[in-house]
């Protein structure tokens, strides 16, 4: 971790300022033990200059550069949320989510009319606490410096469904970034996909692939559809009916064929001169091919699956599916 330094005090007027702001000459006082600050300001540039910052005048036990981080940066942010819903503006963050691995996009804002600084919620004080409406604890956001988050506090918010919002900071250069930490929290605890209806996890995004490709035996345009489900590649042969239905709307040529290698029928992409592509060859001659960029090819959300429930199955035999 980067060396940490005090480059947030409080002005006499109990304001918060930040060291490159600040001026010589003024009153300065430490935001955690509200002790003197002396601002360290050389105007200096180059390898071996620091930047500037505030040093005690005299040392505070139990005052660290790390928790004046940590609170200068929960109240600036404050401030900036109250402000903001003060003029009714929306906040727009984003975060890759944990559980489905989408990129989400969202109004931080669009539900909170409230926002107090380490409300008591028995269990825990969050840094900043967001109210709905109807004044129910909606949101939290932590803020972590050196130490995480306890289990028993995790748990408290996933069993009573309160959204944790972590944004992790590694130094005071942090504070110049508040605007982009909260727009790119490092954890949310939530996920727009809706959840599965047999295990209670989120589902992923279905997406089919329809890859234009050459037939094997004739060389004519074809297209081969394919789905990515749970980091593997299926063809027609695992699709859902639904599924079937969409790919043949996109142009695909499903039917039921015959296999003398496995002595039986099932779904596959067909050619219109009667061939068919076997379920190992659309990864190696159309899926991968397409991945590389040799092939054109096209994506499209189709509905979603459960990963999990994927795994605990040979072969599904039906998807839940949502359109759009």
């Not at 620091?50 to 942010?77: D, G, M, Q, V, Y």
């Not at 067909?270 to 060859?281: K, L, W």
């Amino acid at each position: 971790m980067k060396s940490i330094l005090y480059t947030v005090a409080k002005t006499a007027d109990g304001e918060l300022i930040q060291a490159y702001q600040a001026e010589k000459g003024s009153y300065f006082s430490c935001p955690v033990c509200n002790s003197e600050l002396l601002l360290r300001k050389s105007g200096n540039i180059g390898k071996n200059s620091k930047r500037p910052h505030f040093a005690h005048k005299a040392l505070t036990a139990n005052c660290t550069p790390e928790t004046a981080l940590h609170f200068s940066f929960k109240i600036l942010l404050a401030k900036k949320l109250q402000q903001l819903i003060n003029e009714n503006l929306p906040f727009q963050f984003h975060w890759t989510c944990e559980y489905c691995d989408d990129r989400h996009e969202g109004n931080l804002l669009k539900k909170i009319k409230a926002i107090e600084v380490e409300h008591d919620l028995g269990v825990c004080r969050p840094d900043i606490t967001l109210f709905d409406g109807e004044k129910r604890v909606f949101a939290v956001v932590e803020i972590v410096v050196t130490h995480s988050l306890e289990n028993r506090v995790l748990d408290f918010y996933q069993n009573n469904n309160i959204i944790l919002i972590q944004i992790n900071l590694t130094s005071d250069t942090d504070i110049n970034e508040l605007d982009n930490k909260i727009s790119n929290p490092d954890f949310v605890s939530t996920c727009f996909n809706p959840k599965c209806e047999k295990c209670g996890r989120f589902k992923h995004r279905t997406i089919l692939t329809v890859i234009d490709g050459k037939c094997w035996k004739c060389s004519s345009d074809m297209k081969v559809a394919a789905i990515q489900k749970a980091g593997s590649t299926i063809g027609p042969s695992d699709f859902s009916p639904e599924e079937i239905n969409i790919a043949k709307d996109k142009g695909v040529n499903i039917k039921e064929c015959y296999s003398k290698t496995i002595n039986e029928n099932y779904m596959a992409n067909t050619c219109d001169c009667g061939a068919f592509i076997g379920d190992h060859y659309i990864f190696t001659d159309y899926v991968a091919p397409a991945s590389y960029g040799d092939l054109p090819s096209k994506e499209y959300e189709i509905g979603y699956h459960c990963e999990h429930c994927f795994q605990e199955e040979d072969i599904p035999d039906e998807y839940d599916t949502l359109f759009p």
